[in-house]
């Protein structure tokens, strides 16, 4: 087994095809880890939360050359990072088959010790979800390396196991809550002008709908500071990645042939993966954020989708649609 080191960008971008393939039986496979979301995070450093960076993307090969293994780093200010962090990539681990898992992380490990990168001082891992499988090799890793490791909670992200119909879904909710639910779905549906919705599928319209997407997000006073130019310029890169990729799930409620609500979502791995949102405050009277998610949920279900992950934030919302905490961790390893 060997270890490559990555540190320039052309070489970053020739890894998309044997990169995407591993993911696909990686013992975690999220949407952030798909090559093409990495590769626009990195153009803009998520959006300019980070100002500068080295990438040090560590290949695990077997003894016969294969990739069996990716520890997606990148290096700023003393720290290696999983790229992607932290703020607008929810969940990030190693790329990895579970059988290869151990010896990816130990390897990566005692490598990273061996190299004098940027005077690095730590390994700080955020948004690894409490039960990824990572988590007990790096507690492992690190003691046999005789590393200090500190693990902090920095968020939980709900989620929502999707039963096979629409009624057994709505019969598991808490009352109060299936009918509010099914009370503003009809209401929406008996208002006096015509409401539908739709997922975007042409690639013509798709510029054109993520800026009428990013209208309705910035109605939101939070989301509007979150939307600077570098940020809008990084979740357009990577949403564009993601249609063309066949895993972009942009949804809109429309009344008459105005905008009401929007969802920017993953569809992936049998999952829908909700990402973010925006309402048209005029018809606020109708719930429009409401009813546009029971709608991807029932979409969902009827699509044979597994689950409906919230992901990260305590949002009362996603609790009231049904919910289920799990933790999302931060990891510090020192030297």
Known sequence: MSIEL???????????????ALLESSASHVPFLRHEFLASWWQTMGGREWEHGELAILLHRDDAGLLDGIAP??????????LGSHEISDYLDFIARPDHLPAVIEDSIAFLQGQDLPGWESLDLYNLPEDSPSLPYLRDAARKAGLKLTESVLQTAPYLPLPETWEAYLGNLQDRYRRDIEKKIREAENYFLPVSWYITEDPDLLDQELD??????????EKERFLT???VQQMKASAREAFQACWLQLAFLQVGDIKAAGYLNFDFDGQIWIYNSGINT???NI???WVLLGKIIRWAIENGKSKVDFMRGDETYKYQFGGID??????????
């Open 6 to 20: 990555i540190q320039n960008e052309p070489d970053f971008h020739t890894l998309k095809e044997d990169w995407n």
């Open 73 to 82: 780093f990148f290096i700023t200010d003393g720290r290696i990072m999983f």
């Open 212 to 221: 009428e997407f990013l209208e309705l997000m910035a109605n939101h006073p």
């Open 229 to 231: 130019a570098a940020m």
């Open 282 to 284: 005029l018809f606020e």
């Open 287 to 289: 719930s429009p954020g």
């Open 326 to 335: 799990q933790k999302v961790l931060r990891l510090q390893i020192s030297k």
